[in-house]
């Protein structure tokens, strides 16, 4: 396998670590290391888990409670972010429904408010979901490495 693909396949697996995790990723993956990393590890998956083990992970005992807490709050995370986002989806098709078909006497700056504000929570809905889900998806992997037999 290609460098470039081993190294985009291992960082495609680890989309979930924050910036301090994938600049230390970032620094073990440079060219001069990454023909013997492929050469012990033989697939991507296997670096990822061999990485997570050793440099993400602390070795620490989790019990089931974390693994519910984890799971009730991707739940409810992801529940209030898509209500968010589906506000912002229906106050901009309001605002765009009204320049359509003006129903009520609105002046065009409210209208135009509730259209960017829409949009607004529609970007932020979709951002935060992104950092809800590798937050909670690092704690399940986190769970699955640490987990009490």
């Known amino acids: 396998m290609e460098y470039k693909v081993f190294k985009y396949k291992v960082e495609k697996q680890l989309w979930y670590?924050?910036?301090?995790?994938?600049?230390?990723?970032?620094?073990?993956l440079t060219d001069e290391h990454i023909?013997?990393?492929?050469?012990?590890?033989?697939?991507?998956?296997?670096?990822?888990?061999?990485?997570?083990?050793?440099?993400?992970?602390?070795?620490?005992?989790?019990?089931?409670?974390?693994?519910?807490?984890?799971?009730?709050?991707?739940?409810?995370?992801?529940?209030?972010?898509l209500g968010v986002l589906i506000t912002g989806m229906l106050l901009s098709l309001n605002a765009v429904n009204y320049f359509i078909h003006p129903q009520v006497s609105l002046s065009t700056g409210?209208?135009?408010?509730?259209?960017?504000?829409?949009?607004?929570?529609?970007?932020l809905g979709i951002i935060l979901m992104k950092i809800a889900n590798a937050y909670f998806t690092k704690r399940l992997v986190d769970y699955k490495f640490n987990k009490v037999n």
């Open 17 to 28: 670590l924050n910036r301090k995790e994938k600049a230390k990723l970032a620094e073990l």
């Open 35 to 81: 023909a013997s990393i492929q050469e012990k590890f033989k697939t991507p998956g296997r670096f990822a888990s061999f990485y997570l083990k050793e440099h993400i992970f602390k070795s620490r005992v989790l019990g089931s409670g974390h693994l519910y807490t984890t799971l009730l709050g991707l739940f409810i995370g992801n529940i209030f972010l």
């Open 110 to 123: 409210t209208v135009i408010t509730a259209l960017v504000g829409g949009l607004v929570l529609m970007v």
